[in-house]
């Protein structure tokens, strides 16, 4: 079978009488060509079969039409951003590369990955803000970084959740039900959502009047592994009733909370209270359906696709630009009761 020759551009611009770099224009969407000429060269381009050099073109506007995402892809919140993101950069033609990071050797991962392969820019979620060696590679990459939660000095720009609304907000709700022993669950102090969340969980207890009690907040890591640990040194108070609900600031750590709950046959809103982190099939499907403080995963994903591609067109707001802030919402179902000690 005889091969046929490759249809290059010169064939186009022959075909269509103009010039080579008219019918670049037309290819790459660039100004100063006018419509009739842009569908002349369109025609030509269908009846000749020609199809553009992507490599090439890119190559020439030192543009790779692909985004990095780096985060802890373990935690299934994460796929709803991803879907988010990518939704964002459909209609600009970027395409979505995954990364899971985990919660360690996280440079190594930064590095491993981003020296396969070509980015114009990158979404990441590191598992802390003061590690000086994650840092320090971000900072010396020269492609803008949209930062997710979190505080990194000199990244171009960031989305943040507002935790600090819904968690003040869940708590108070729980003091209001006659709870004083909250149990507040999370990650590290060394990340934004739960600095702020602990923030929130102190200005709860104060509008009440009331002091919180530093030793009813625990810090873990985002596993359900983490959440059993916790849980099972919550046990022995729970089972005073020195402890009477739970705010878990993760899907994942609840799910160890859970483990230990069924593990060891406590109910709730019988035994102890509950609210947790994102709505999904889980918490709605659990009977009693669980309360919880929803973030808009899809649209967390949109609003860091939107801010990069800003940064990627105008680099002169690196590092300027405001971050970006998502609302959350309170829902209230039926993983909470009275607090029956209180109202005796």
Excluded: W
């Excluded at 990095?68 to 033609?93: P, V, W």
């Excluded at 395409?95 to 930064?110: A, M, P, R």
């Amino acid at each position: 079978m005889e091969n046929k020759p490759k249809i290059t551009i010169k064939d186009v611009a022959k075909d269509a009488g103009v010039g080579l770099g008219t019918v670049s224009r037309a290819i790459n969407g660039a100004p100063g060509i006018s419509s009739k000429t842009k569908e002349k060269i369109l025609d030509s381009i269908k009846k000749l079969g020609y199809i553009p050099d992507q490599t090439a073109q890119n190559m020439r506007s030192n543009k790779y039409k692909n985004i990095a995402f780096f985060a802890n892809i373990t935690n299934i919140a994460f796929a709803h951003i991803a879907k988010g993101i990518q939704h964002g950069l459909e209609d600009s033609g970027y395409t979505l590369s995954l990364c899971d990071i985990g919660e360690t050797d996280v440079t190594e991962k930064l590095k491993s990955f981003l020296s396969g392969g070509k980015y114009d820019g990158v979404i990441i979620s590191v598992p802390r803000e003061d590690d000086e060696e994650i840092n320090d590679f971000l900072s010396n990459l020269r492609v803008p970084i949209v930062s997710l939660d979190r505080d990194i000095p000199g990244l171009a720009g960031a989305v943040v959740t507002d935790y600090y609304s819904s968690v003040k907000k869940g708590a108070e709700y729980l003091i209001s039900l006659g709870h004083e022993g909250i149990a507040l669950v999370g990650g590290s102090s060394k990340i934004r959502p739960t600095k702020v969340s602990i923030q929130a969980y102190k200005d709860a207890y104060e509008s009440f009047g009331k002091k919180a009690m530093n030793h009813l907040i625990y810090e873990g890591s985002f596993t359900s592994e983490s959440g059993r640990k916790i849980m099972l040194d919550l046990l022995p108070e729970i089972q005073k009733g020195n402890i009477t609900a739970i705010l878990s600031l993760n899907n994942q750590i609840f799910h160890g909370i859970l483990e230990v709950m069924r593990e060891n046959r406590l109910e709730y809103p019988r035994d102890i209270s509950l609210i947790s982190f994102e709505d999904y099939e889980l918490t709605k499907l659990l009977n009693p359906a669980v309360t919880v403080i929803k973030r808009p995963l899809f649209d967390i994903g949109v609003s860091l696709s939107r801010l990069l591609i800003q940064l990627m067109d105008q680099p002169e707001l690196r590092g300027v630009v405001n971050p970006i802030t998502i609302p959350t919402e309170f829902i209230i179902r039926e993983s909470c009761k009275l607090n029956k000690n209180f109202y005796m």
